[in-house]
């Protein structure tokens, strides 16, 4: 899996969505303070990692205890979006000991409804990705700034029908682990106020599940926090790693 990591005292492990990759995470990592060590992988199937298929929500995050390991051994602090908040909880809730804190944004931890008919929507759509024209639609329907519409079509051309059926089912299909509430570290959990009903009944849901966690509602954005609301993220990771 690739990965870039900087350089600094305090490791942050930046888990990018569905459909995109690492870059992402740039208006973000530019509000982050000096010493804050970045750790940003493409996760499978996506970005720089395109040639490696999206098997399972299981085998990513063993791969991504061994990126801590080696980048964070002594724990990072992990945020997550959509697919990565997923693989956030997980972390967590397996892997505490190398988790300093979370920050869950726009995790969808209620299934959703007709998993099947969606994921064969999704198959029959897959061709399309491919197409400049639709992945230009689709980055304009996700809040994609325009300097990362370069990036966003490079990645709809390169991820797999395969990877985008496995992660997307493991996506619409995900719910909470049960060791989720014995995570004792900090938890913030952000969903955009434009969001659909699933998900603030999955962010609600999220806080509930661990008492001491906290529920924030971003105004103005819809499933697009942090490439419309980085500061929103940015504050979070801060509050956490300031005492």
Same mark, same amino acid.
């Given at each position: 899996?690739?990965?870039?990591?900087? $350089?600094?005292? $305090?490791?942050?492990?930046?888990?990018?969505?569905?459909?995109?990759?690492?870059?992402?995470?740039? *208006?973000?990592?530019?509000?982050? %303070?000096?010493?804050?060590?970045?750790?940003?992988?493409?996760? %499978?199937?996506?970005?720089?990692?395109?040639?490696?298929?999206?098997? &399972?929500?299981? @085998?990513?995050?063993?791969?991504?205890?061994?990126?801590?390991?080696?980048?964070?051994?002594?724990? +990072?602090?992990?945020?997550? #979006? =959509?697919?990565? +908040?997923?693989?956030?909880?997980?972390? +967590?809730?397996? #892997?505490?000991?190398?988790?300093?804190?979370?920050?869950?944004?726009?995790?969808? /931890?209620?299934?959703?409804?007709?998993?099947?008919?969606?994921?064969?929507?999704?198959?029959?759509?897959? %061709?399309? =990705?491919?197409?400049?024209? #639709?992945?230009?639609?689709?980055?304009?329907?996700?809040?994609?700034?325009?300097?990362?519409?370069?990036?966003?079509?490079?990645?709809?051309?390169?991820? =797999?029908?395969?990877?985008?059926?496995? &992660?997307?089912? $493991?996506?619409?299909?995900?719910?909470? *682990? @049960?060791?989720? =509430?014995?995570?004792?570290?900090?938890?913030?959990?952000?969903?955009? +106020?434009?969001?659909?009903?699933?998900?603030?009944?999955?962010?609600?849901?999220? @806080?509930?599940?661990?008492?001491?966690?906290?529920?924030? /509602?971003?105004?103005?954005?819809?499933?697009?926090?942090?490439?419309?609301? *980085?500061?929103?993220?940015? &504050?979070?990771?801060?509050?956490?790693? /300031? *005492?």
């Amino acid at each position: 899996m690739y990965v870039d990591a900087g $350089e600094g005292d $305090e490791p942050v492990l930046m888990l990018h969505g569905a459909g995109v990759s690492g870059w992402m995470w740039e *208006p973000v990592r530019a509000l982050l %303070p000096p010493g804050m060590k970045a750790i940003v992988p493409d996760l %499978p199937g996506f970005g720089r990692s395109a040639n490696l298929p999206y098997v &399972s929500h299981t @085998a990513t995050v063993g791969e991504l205890r061994g990126i801590l390991e080696r980048h964070a051994p002594h724990g +990072a602090h992990v945020v997550g #979006f =959509s697919l990565g +908040a997923q693989l956030a909880i997980l972390l +967590a809730a397996e #892997f505490p000991q190398l988790v300093r804190s979370v920050t869950v944004v726009s995790a969808e /931890t209620k299934p959703a409804p007709l998993p099947g008919y969606t994921l064969a929507l999704l198959a029959l759509a897959a %061709p399309l =990705s491919r197409q400049r024209w #639709f992945a230009r639609a689709q980055a304009r329907q996700l809040g994609i700034p325009e300097q990362f519409w370069d990036e966003y079509l490079r990645d709809s051309a390169s991820t =797999s029908r395969d990877t985008l059926i496995a &992660s997307v089912g $493991e996506n619409i299909r995900f719910t909470l *682990p @049960a060791t989720w =509430s014995e995570y004792r570290g900090p938890v913030g959990i952000l969903v955009g +106020a434009r969001e659909r009903k699933l998900m603030h009944d999955s962010a609600a849901l999220t @806080a509930s599940a661990l008492p001491g966690s906290s529920l924030r /509602t971003v105004e103005g954005s819809a499933h697009d926090v942090p490439l419309t609301n *980085p500061h929103a993220i940015a &504050s979070e990771l801060k509050r956490k790693i /300031t *005492p």
